[in-house]
């Protein structure tokens, strides 16, 4: 892999901060989700110690995966790829470092009191106020960083990586205080059916205009220039582009069709999720014909490897989504681990893939020598495909028996036998990717402070 000259280089120090954040937090969120994956196997483990019951692990682990994990990857790369595309340094290295520092004491404060039981109750929202002004902080660090780096930029042309960076961090400042209800600290919340719509109009806009348009960036960066090719088509990457903005924004209330939510809200959200195979094809198709014939040279780059699988990724979940927000099928695939699966395609299969491919890409280019271990990342390349693919196999096989018990009226205790096999597989899994996420973090770690045997003194 290539590494560029060491002198004339910038020292890259929120890439690199951003970098060791995302693989350290790596294996905490994958060490909760591994806790939680054994107290549904075997309930009684943690009994009577509060701060380990399901109920808090399960939204120290979101969150943790969420804004520990994938965000902060993602993020590292979009730290060297806004810099290389504006042809400028990155706006303030200083601030870039101040937020990488509050975001990480953002997330020790998640844990912290996600544990010791202070929530506000609502899914991907459970943070409190506090804690909420700490994310709303960081992504303003971030806005100010990003658009004073395209305004210093000598780059007349802003290519759509950039567009989708910005969008990312501005919308998620906005969604993320809205679905928050930051002006409330007290309760967090409106009263009713009102909070829900606003929940859900945030929780999903975290996967669609925080991950996504994220994911979507590092992708139009890393393959075409890990192809050496120029992008397919300028159209087609402006069409996804301004079609997920528009389509992505109406489709939270999906979460709700079982909910007296009204009516028109739940066709809105049908009719555009349908619909987000506009956004989803536009940018696949374009990106799939970018490397169309250049496979050899996908897989000769380990970051572009991760990085074109979480673009398969991307076309499964969103088949599977449009496919889930059809009342029909949420009869069957709703309130079951069926939307687990999808969860895990979705948030490890394809953003957690791209933002470990845009590490592993940015890396030797950041730190102006090879990845330390190849062979390392590959390994942790198969143990997360094996990881995301066993749990899509398991879970949904899982959702589709207690869909189908619960549809013929089946009491939810009686099931818990037949389904604990699985449970048993998940949690097997589930150490396969802890594991893969302790490679990943020692790889990250000896890449960032190892000296290559050549230029060591
Ligand atoms: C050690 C590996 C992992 C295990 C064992 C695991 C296990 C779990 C468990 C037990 C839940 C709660 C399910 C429930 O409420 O019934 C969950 C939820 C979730 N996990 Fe994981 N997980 C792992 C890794 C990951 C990773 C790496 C990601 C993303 C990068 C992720 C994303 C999610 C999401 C988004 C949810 C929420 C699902 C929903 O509400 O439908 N998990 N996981
Ligand atoms: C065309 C695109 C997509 C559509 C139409 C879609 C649709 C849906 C629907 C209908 C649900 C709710 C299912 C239910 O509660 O019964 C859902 C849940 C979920 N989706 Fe997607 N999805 C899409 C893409 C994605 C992507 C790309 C991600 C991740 C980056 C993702 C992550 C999730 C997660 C984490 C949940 C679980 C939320 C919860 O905790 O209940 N989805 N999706």
Aim: a positive charge.
């Amino acid at each position: 892999m290539s590494a560029e000259p060491n002198s004339m280089t910038p020292n890259y120090y929120t890439a690199k901060g951003f970098c060791f954040t995302s693989a350290f937090w790596m294996i905490l969120a994958t060490f909760a989700g591994l806790l939680g994956a054994t107290e549904l196997m075997a309930p009684d483990l943690t009994e009577n110690i509060g701060w380990l019951v399901f109920g808090r692990i399960r939204p120290i682990h979101i969150n943790l995966v969420l804004f520990g994990f994938v965000t902060p990857g993602l993020l590292a790369a979009a730290c060297y790829i806004l810099p290389k595309l504006l042809k400028t340094e990155l706006f303030s290295e200083k601030l870039g470092v101040v937020t990488v520092v509050l975001w990480n004491i953002t997330l020790v404060a998640i844990v912290v009191t996600l544990a010791a039981g202070y929530t506000q109750g609502r899914e991907y929202a459970e943070m409190i106020w506090p804690v909420d002004m700490g994310v709303v902080a960081v992504f303003c660090l971030l806005i100010v960083n990003f658009v004073m780096t395209v305004k210093r930029r000598t780059e007349p042309i802003l290519y759509v990586s950039v567009w989708y960076v910005l969008a990312a961090v501005i919308l998620t400042a906005c969604t993320f205080s809205l679905g928050n209800i930051i002006w409330r600290p007290d309760t967090g919340s409106l009263k009713g059916i009102p909070d829900a719509i606003i929940l859900w109009f945030y929780g999903h806009n975290v996967f669609g205009l925080l991950l996504t348009p994220l994911s979507a960036a590092v992708t139009y960066y890393v393959l075409p220039r890990a192809c050496k090719t120029p992008l397919y088509s300028h159209t087609l990457s402006l069409l996804g582009f301004w079609s997920l903005i528009v389509v992505y924004t109406h489709i939270g209330t999906h979460h709700l069709l079982q909910v007296p939510v009204p009516t028109w809200l739940k066709v809105i959200a049908i009719v555009d999720s349908v619909a987000m195979v506009i956004p989803v094809m536009a940018f696949l198709i374009n990106i799939w014909y970018t490397v169309q014939g250049k496979l050899g040279e996908i897989h000769a780059d380990v970051g572009a490897k991760f990085v074109f699988t979480g673009t398969i990724m991307y076309f499964f979940v969103s088949i599977q989504g449009s496919m889930m927000s059809l009342p029909q099928v949420q009869r069957v695939t709703h309130f079951n681990n069926w939307v687990v699966g999808h969860a895990h395609i979705g948030v490890l299969g394809f953003a957690g893939m791209i933002a470990l491919g845009g590490l592993y890409y940015i890396l030797p280019k950041i730190t102006g020598k090879p990845l330390f271990s190849r062979l390392l990342a590959d390994f942790q390349y198969w143990m997360i495909l094996i990881g995301v693919v066993g749990f899509t196999v398991v879970l949904t096989i899982v959702g589709l028996i207690q869909g189908n018990a619960w549809l013929n009226g089946e009491a939810v205790y009686r099931i818990l036998p037949s389904i604990h096999i699985y449970y048993v597989a998940r949690a097997s899994i589930g150490l396969i990717v802890f594991t893969s996420a302790l490679i990943g973090v020692y790889n990250v770690i000896r890449t960032l402070t190892y000296q290559p045997k050549e230029s060591a003194t």
